[in-house]
């Protein structure tokens, strides 16, 4: 393909993209596939010989769509949201262009600075502390890591570091053996299974702190556990505070849980993926108040904030708390400028090597949309959340089971898990809408999250005309069911 006819595809490649989009709320939400099903529709090699556009195109729609889960489609409402634009799909497009392997400023100027400078633009947008920004002489700074699992690991391998050299300039007797096999990090029962991963691949122990009765991490149990394991012998190094927990949204105490670890000397790093996008509405920002006592802060615009994945925005107070644990310099990466001051190389904040021109993407859409579009999307979609928990609220067979503070609403028919089981099976069988499950406190909860940024009202209203038909087939079947057993 030459640049002539890539301008021809291009174009092509453009319109199938617009029309996939504008039309996604016609295809099924769902595919009606099995695992395997692929395989059998594609050779078991690779061509040797070239191909035609047309026909890979025309496999798109014979062979991937109908694998495909819309996630964009109006009646995705499974998950959290994921973030989707045509600024940043543009983004995208120029990135791959330009193609470079931003490791270093050295590998690509322009790569490194516009990642500072967005993320100091975002940092602003949150209001976060001036010490979580770079600006042109702080010892903080941003960078773009690839999801929020990834920046947890960051600032737990980073902490445990700081510790480990911590305790071995003051015994030096200590190995690090010694050392690993006594830290302890903390999340509350609430915390993503990213934050358990994080633990078993650095290889600490995590304990899971008790959640109050509205799903938060609270002063007293976290100081109880601290308490108990320091008596044991054993060293807290690492807590992770939630704001926005995946099962319900719900919002560990910051004010809190904040001063404990600051009085304790333990890192703090506050994991807001997917509620994070919301603190830029001033209504919304005392969520993240207490973030001042953290010496890490990581959300994922890719969820929220219309930036297409892959996209995680990560926060440090310190920067070298980052480029002391992960710095490794050898001679082919070196440049003139590394230890200027002027710059910093993005390779010592992060676990892969290579980079890609991610704030393209952040540029591109914070300059189209500005600040106030990308607060009315926020909004909209907090306010279509609340009109479906109205709604839910309506139907005296359903309770609300969590506080709905933004996107997310977790309730359920009164009555058992198996029932709910029933009622999720029914729905997600049906294909017209797509929901995922959680449990809470051992109940079976349906989760309805705003995801789609073309959702309307009217969208929420069928969604919810059809899980209200879906329930009373469900309860209808348990009376005959309940009914045969009698007799």
């Given amino acids: 393909?030459?640049?002539?006819?890539?301008?021809?595809?291009?174009?092509?490649?453009?319109?199938?993209?617009?029309?996939?989009?504008?039309?996604?709320?016609?295809?099924?939400?769902?595919?009606?596939?099995?695992?395997?099903?692929?395989?059998?529709?594609?050779?078991?090699?690779?061509?040797?010989?070239?191909?035609?556009?047309?026909?890979?195109?025309?496999?798109?729609?014979?062979?991937?769509?109908?694998?495909?889960?819309?996630?964009?489609?109006?009646?995705?409402?499974?998950?959290?949201?994921?973030?989707?634009?045509?600024?940043?799909?543009?983004?995208?497009?120029?990135?791959?262009?330009?193609?470079?392997?931003?490791?270093?400023?050295?590998?690509?100027?322009?790569?490194?600075?516009?990642?500072?400078?967005?993320?100091?633009?975002?940092?602003?947008?949150?209001?976060?502390?001036?010490?979580?920004?770079?600006?042109?002489?702080?010892?903080?700074?941003?960078?773009?890591?690839?999801?929020?699992?990834?920046?947890?690991?960051?600032?737990?391998?980073?902490?445990?570091?700081?510790?480990?050299?911590?305790?071995?300039?003051?015994?030096?007797?200590?190995?690090?053996?010694?050392?690993?096999?006594?830290?302890?990090?903390?999340?509350?029962?609430?915390?993503?299974?990213?934050?358990?991963?994080?633990?078993?691949?650095g290889g600490v122990r995590l304990k899971a702190i008790p959640s109050d009765g509205k799903f938060a991490m609270r002063a007293s149990a976290l100081q109880e556990a601290l308490e108990r394991d320091k008596a044991a012998g054993l060293i807290p190094f690492f807590v992770v505070a939630t704001l926005g927990t995946t099962s319900c949204c719900s919002f560990d105490n910051l004010l809190e849980v904040g001063p404990i670890c600051h009085e304790e000397g333990l890192w703090l790093h506050v994991d807001a993926a997917y509620a994070g996008s919301a603190f830029i509405c001033p209504e919304f920002r005392h969520l993240l108040n207490g973030v001042e006592f953290a010496d890490s802060f990581n959300f994922n615009p890719h969820k929220w904030l219309l930036v297409n994945f892959d996209c995680s925005a990560m926060w440090v107070k310190k920067r070298t708390d980052l480029t002391g644990a992960f710095r490794l310099d050898p001679v082919y990466l070196r440049h003139s400028h590394q230890d200027s001051g002027l710059i910093t190389d993005y390779r010592h904040w992060q676990l892969p090597l290579g980079r890609r021109f991610r704030s393209l993407k952040m540029w591109f859409v914070f300059r189209m949309y500005g600040v106030k579009g990308l607060q009315a999307y926020i909004r909209k979609h907090v306010q279509l959340a609340h009109a479906f928990e109205a709604l839910v609220r309506q139907d005296a067979r359903f309770e609300i089971c969590a506080e709905v503070t933004l996107g997310l609403v977790c309730f359920r028919l009164k009555g058992s898990n198996k029932l709910n089981e029933a009622l999720l099976e029914s729905i997600n069988s049906a294909k017209k809408i797509h929901l995922v499950p959680c449990s809470l406190r051992d109940r079976f909860v349906l989760r309805f999250a705003i995801c789609s940024r073309t959702v309307e009202l009217a969208h929420v209203q069928l969604a919810w005309e059809h899980i209200r038909e879906m329930a009373a087939a469900v309860l209808r079947a348990q009376g005959e069911e309940k009914a045969e057993i009698k007799n």
């Fill in 1 to 201: 393909m030459n640049a002539s006819e890539f301008r021809r595809r291009g174009k092509e490649m453009v319109d199938y993209m617009a029309d996939y989009l504008e039309g996604i709320e016609g295809r099924q939400v769902f595919p009606d596939v099995c695992p395997g099903y692929l395989r059998s529709l594609i050779p078991t090699t690779a061509p040797q010989e070239p191909e035609t556009f047309e026909a890979i195109i025309e496999d798109v729609e014979k062979i991937i769509m109908p694998g495909v889960t819309h996630w964009h489609s109006p009646y995705f409402f499974a998950y959290f949201p994921t973030a989707s634009s045509y600024p940043a799909m543009l983004a995208d497009m120029l990135c791959g262009a330009i193609g470079c392997i931003g490791f270093s400023w050295a590998a690509s100027p322009a790569c490194t600075e516009l990642e500072t400078v967005m993320m100091d633009w975002l940092g602003k947008m949150l209001q976060l502390p001036e010490a979580f920004l770079a600006g042109e002489a702080g010892e903080g700074g941003g960078v773009i890591q690839g999801t929020a699992s990834e920046a947890t690991l960051v600032a737990l391998l980073a902490a445990r570091t700081k510790v480990t050299r911590h305790l071995q300039a003051a015994s030096p007797e200590l190995t690090q053996a010694a050392i690993m096999e006594k830290l302890v990090a903390y999340a509350s029962d609430q915390a993503h299974s990213s934050v358990e991963k994080a633990g078993l691949i």
